[in-house]
Every structure is written in C-alpha cells, then in structure tokens.
C-alpha cells in the first residue's frame, strides 16, 4: 500500500508557489520607487512611497530599496524631523556616471573613447566637441 500524503503539504506547496510567482526582482521595485518619486511634488518620505505603491510592501522594504538607490546615486535624501525625505536624482547626472562606471571598468580608456566617439552620429559628435571646447575655455579663465 502506498503511502498517504497529507493534504496539508500539498496546500503548503501550492502557497509557496503563489508566493514566488508574486514575488518581484529587485529592479522592477527600484523601478516602481522611482518613478512615484517622481511623481512627487518634491522630496517625498518613504511612508508617502509606501501609500503611494498600494500598501503591498512593507515599510522596511521601501527604506531598503530607497537605500539601494541613494548607494547608486540615483536618489538623495535630506533630514525632514526623526526620517528622511528622498528626491530621484538627476537622469543626465546618474548617465553621466554610469558611462563614467563603465569606462572605470576597462583597461584601455583611449580605445574605449575612440570606439565611443566613432560610433555618434554627426550631430552628437558636434555637440561633443561644442561641449569639449566650452570646458577648455572655462579652463582657461
């Protein structure tokens, strides 16, 4: 005779299942927190993040994903009472300093520009070389 399963196991396994289908990566949560960040009106505190996503995270979850964030510059936070108030960051700067990242990363900087470089299209190639010369010349002031 073969042996009998409990009902309850298989109730159990089909929550776990439900919970991991639920459940969301990390960048699909960076992703929601930023953009009701930008939704705000100014720097919002992670409680009016919360409220703003539905109430399905916990608090101490948004106060990670919003510390993930500030460690990637893509947030800042400033002091508002006993919490913080959080404001997305510039999209130009937190570019610029993923290209910056990128560019860290390899051996060779000079064939990493050059192939970059090469590969603009004219006009950014020209608004490139605008830039470069406008900050030669505040150089030289």
Not at 14 to 35: I, K, N, P, W, Y
């Amino acid at each position: 005779m073969a042996p009998r399963r409990a009902h309850s196991g298989g109730r159990r396994r089909r929550v776990t299942d439900h919970r991991r289908s639920r459940r969301r990566g990390q960048g699909e949560l960076e992703a929601l927190v930023m953009a009701a960040l930008r939704e705000a009106d100014g720097p919002a505190t992670a409680g009016w993040v919360q409220e703003r996503l539905g109430g399905g995270l916990a608090y101490t979850t948004v106060i990670t994903i919003l510390t993930r964030l500030l460690d990637k510059g893509a947030v800042t936070r400033e002091r508002a009472g006993r919490s913080f108030a959080w404001t997305p960051a510039d999209q130009a700067g937190l570019a610029a300093r993923r290209m910056r990242k990128v560019l860290d990363a390899e051996s060779d900087r000079e064939a990493v520009l050059a192939s970059f470089v090469t590969g603009l299209d004219p006009d950014d190639e020209r608004l490139l070389r605008e830039l470069l010369g406008h900050a030669r010349g505040a150089e030289d002031d």
